[in-house]
């Protein structure tokens, strides 16, 4: 049956402040200001390459939400499900973000307590679009936010699921937001509607308390909750300017373990937003291919590669850049200097 959306998000979305270059947040005087968010950078990335997507939130019905409906629109995501609030205590999350330098590591610094997110009503959308999507993607932040978004996403993965759609939820785990215990036991909660799951090594470990290889792992997960497709990358840092990423996804039909050589030595311009890319790379290629892993894999290394070049959190690739970063790293012969 035909969906009006490929895919449907739902998160916060935030304002980021950044001081220019690798200036510090306590001693410079500028910051640039961008639109950023996990679920947002999701379906920013799968628009690019060639897919309708949307995305659920609320927003200040103000100047600054008004700056955000235009950035959402300009990646071409929908703002169909974009609701307002017009109350006085109306507020848009913020996060400042300061770029690493070795051996300084980047920072974060959040100010998202009593957002207008914190009043997303169930009420506030029509039964219609729980049969929208083909897939619905969320992620673990909005469970950490609070009791009302996280009882308000779990509905939402139900309602979605009720319907058949593929639930898609990335881990994203926060320290800041809640403690390891908290997401365990209400990630375990909803994993059981879970299709496609997206969790690191580190995660599995230190949240889950898994043990063992990372295909163990994966496995494991796939086997008590019955996901179809588990995902997670792997990233070695050199330093916080050069990195290697690359991913192993499995697939319980199959039985199959994917991976590939990782991408080596990646200029790290901007690492925020790049597992987010990935992603989008991977929900992509198993929209545009009836769930091959093969190609999830391929289109999710290179864009989460090529977004650590990219400022801000957003990504910026087309199809046809990304088809042409994944025959350059499948070619073993001469590679040429520029695109051109």
């Keep these: 049956m035909s969906k009006d959306f490929d895919l449907l998000t739902l998160g916060e979305i935030l304002l980021r402040l950044s001081p220019p270059d690798n200036e510090r947040i306590d001693r410079g005087d500028l910051f640039y200001k961008q639109v950023g968010g996990a679920e947002l950078n999701v379906a920013s990335g799968v628009s690019l390459l060639g897919l309708r997507t949307g995305i659920i939130s609320k927003l200040p019905q103000n100047s600054l939400g008004r700056y955000v409906k235009n950035r959402v629109r300009f990646f071409g995501v929908s703002d169909d499900y974009l609701t307002y609030d017009a109350a006085d ?89 809640w403690t390891g215990e908290e997401a365990r036991k209400t990630i375990e909660e909803i994993l059981p509607f879970v299709d496609i799951f997206f969790c690191s090594e580190d995660t599995a470990k230190l949240t889950f308390k898994k043990n063992g290889a990372l295909t163990d792992m994966m496995k494991e997960f796939s086997d008590e909750y019955n996901i179809s497709v588990v995902a997670s990358t792997q990233r070695i840092v050199h330093s916080p300017k050069i990195h290697d990423f690359g991913s192993v996804i499995y697939d319980a039909e199959k039985d199959y373990y994917y991976t ?56 910026s690739s087309t199809l046809d850049e990304i088809e042409r970063i994944i025959k350059e790293h499948q070619n073993t012969g001469i590679k040429l200097e520029m695109d051109r």
Excluded: W
């Design 260 to 315: 590939e050589d990782p991408y080596k030595s990646i200029d790290v311009v901007d690492r925020i937003g790049s597992g987010d890319a990935y992603i989008s790379g991977v929900l992509y290629g198993l929209l545009s291919t009836n769930m091959d892993c093969e190609k999830a894999l391929q289109y999710g290394n290179a864009t989460g590669s090529v977004k650590n070049t990219i400022p801000g959190d957003m990504p």
């Design 89 to 177: 205590d109306q507020r848009l999350g913020i996060y400042y973000y300061e770029n690493g330098a070795y051996p300084r590591k980047p920072s974060v610094v959040y100010d998202r307590d009593y957002t207008s997110i914190h009043k997303i009503n169930l009420n506030d959308y029509d039964a219609s679009l729980f049969s929208s999507a083909r897939i619905f993607h969320t992620t673990g932040i909005m469970l950490a936010l609070g009791e009302h978004t996280r009882a308000t996403t779990i509905e939402m993965i139900k309602r979605f699921k009720e319907r058949g759609t593929l639930i898609s939820f990335d881990v994203n785990f926060r320290g800041n937001l």
